[in-house]
């Protein structure tokens, strides 16, 4: 199984202020089909995980611009351009290139400072 | 609106079995590559199960032989039936849509404790 490897565990970020996560999987998640299988999520206190951004940097439906996704191959990164109070809770990346048997990182706390 | 909502969770004894249901509104089950994740208390998240639109299913290797999935397509209704519990199957079970994972049930919690 890939194995996905984030950083850092916790980030306390105060208000207006960006946050970066960094996400790095054992093997290369572009696709012959020429699509890069990373995904985040956020999963707020007691909600379940939501989906930010699939396929390295496409914002999901209703997510706010304020959050971007980059990388490539093995180094992916989520970037969050001004943390709102709404952010805080466990940000996860995932991979999907070895569907059925897709593998999520440990994932990443932000609070608000 | 498409929502999915699960239910069936509840304290079972090791050994005993369970079967979790997973409600889908607003789009057809049988037309969706749906999956089981699991959380247990306090961890991340961790793939344990899914059925293409085909009808083939997959298993995480922590559960293969112990857990089945199924759909009824007439209730639009996802299904996992958990034999043989352990402990260590103790987490929140959540059903999800589509291979990007879009679409997150609330979850329903699973305790194997004597």
């Known amino acids: 199984d890939i194995v996905m490897t984030q950083t850092p565990l916790s980030l306390s970020v105060t208000p207006g202020q960006p946050a970066s996560i960094s996400c790095k999987s054992s093997q290369s998640l572009l696709h012959s089909d020429g699509k890069t299988y990373l995904y985040w999520y956020l999963q707020k206190p007691g909600q379940p995980p939501q989906l930010l951004i699939y396929e390295v940097s496409n914002r999901f439906s209703g997510v706010p611009d304020r959050f971007s996704g980059s990388g490539s191959g093995t180094d992916f990164t989520l970037k969050i351009s001004r943390v709102e109070a709404e952010d805080v809770g466990v940000y996860y990346c995932?991979?999907?290139?070895?569907?059925?048997?897709?593998?999520f990182g440990g994932g990443t706390k932000v609070e608000i400072k | 609106e498409v929502q999915l909502v699960e239910s069936g969770g509840g304290l079972i004894q090791p050994g005993g079995s369970l079967r979790l249901s997973c409600a889908a509104s607003g789009f057809t089950v049988s037309s969706n590559y749906m999956s089981w994740v699991r959380q247990a208390p306090g961890k991340g998240l961790e793939w344990v199960s899914v059925?293409?639109?085909?009808?083939?299913?997959y298993y995480a290797d922590s559960v293969k032989g112990r857990f089945t999935i199924s759909r009824d397509n007439s209730k639009n209704t996802l299904y996992l039936q958990m034999n043989s519990l352990r402990a260590e199957d103790t987490a929140v079970y959540y059903c999800?849509?589509?291979?990007?994972?879009?679409?997150w049930g609330q979850g329903t919690m699973v305790t194997v404790s004597s």
């Open positions: 995932m991979q999907s290139i070895q569907l059925p048997r897709v593998t």
């Open positions: 059925i293409y639109s085909g009808g083939s299913t």
């Open positions: 999800a849509r589509d291979g990007q994972l879009s679409i």
